[in-house]
């Protein structure tokens, strides 16, 4: 029994957006994550897929991506992304509800891994736009975006709050922590994201949202104060679900 993530599977069986324009990496992206998922992962496991998942632009239109997902195998948890426009984050219970047994929508609630809390939300970081100088320097940016950015981070950080606290009143000690987006922006070290993750004492962070190779390095991978962060975008990984535990 293992745990995998991966995140940004972009499917667009109904919505026809071809990834094959972002680089090799995601040509026929979708046999990629059959293979490999069904080579990796075993039915007793659990593989949280952090965000991204489809292009509909409403449930209606993310059914077939939504069917796909649901028969790779394992016990399989999503985390909203900002591309799921299917999801309204209101109406997760219904979907829940609708998937039951199927799939898992992590929103404003918790799953189990053996004695584990999987607790988790879409998060948010600022992305500029930056201004720089002719040698690449950052010189400035959008102070206005970044005012938005914190309204949103904050919006977000309650909800992660609130998984954190269900499932810790349901006796959970143990957690590891998923968000869709980076836990830091490329300005700073550590987050509110980063702070309650050592306030829980998580044992590890999981996000994605980074694609290309110039964006891989955007927050931080590897041990940081005791904790594991982890970069699970499916092209990082060549949409090999990565390894978090036992
Ligand atoms: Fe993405
Ligand atoms: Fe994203």
Redesign the pocket.
């Known amino acids: 029994m293992a745990l995998y993530a991966m995140?940004?599977l972009?499917l667009s069986f109904q919505s026809d957006k071809p990834m094959d324009p972002f680089g090799r990496v995601w040509r026929h992206h979708e046999r990629k994550i059959a293979k490999y998922v069904n080579q990796i992962v075993k039915s007793e496991d659990t593989l949280v897929l952090t965000?991204?998942h489809s292009w509909g632009r409403k449930l209606e239109e993310s059914r077939d991506d939504l069917a796909f997902i649901e028969k790779l195998p394992g016990n399989k948890i999503l985390l909203r992304?900002?591309?799921d426009m299917f999801w309204d984050a209101k109406k997760t219970n219904k979907l829940n509800e609708e998937y039951k047994g199927r799939l898992f929508f992590l929103q404003n609630n918790f799953a189990a891994y053996k004695d584990y809390a999987l607790v988790g939300t879409k998060g948010f970081t600022f992305e500029g736009p930056f201004y720089l100088d002719r040698w690449g320097n950052i010189t400035g940016w959008d102070e206005e975006r970044e005012e938005h950015a914190k309204k949103l981070i904050s919006r977000e950080l309650k909800r992660l709050r609130e998984s954190f606290r269900l499932a810790q009143e349901a006796g959970y000690r143990k957690f590891v922590m998923f968000l869709h987006y980076p836990p830091t922006s490329i300005l700073e070290k550590t987050s509110p994201f980063t702070e309650i993750a050592e306030e829980y004492k998580v044992s590890a962070v999981v996000y994605?949202?980074c694609?290309g190779e110039r964006r891989f390095g955007d927050s931080i991978r590897g041990n940081y104060h005791g904790i594991n962060y982890m970069l699970v975008?499916g092209d990082y990984l060549n949409f090999r679900p990565a390894f978090v535990m036992n």
């Open positions: 995140g940004d972009h965000g991204d992304g900002n591309h994605s949202h694609h975008s």
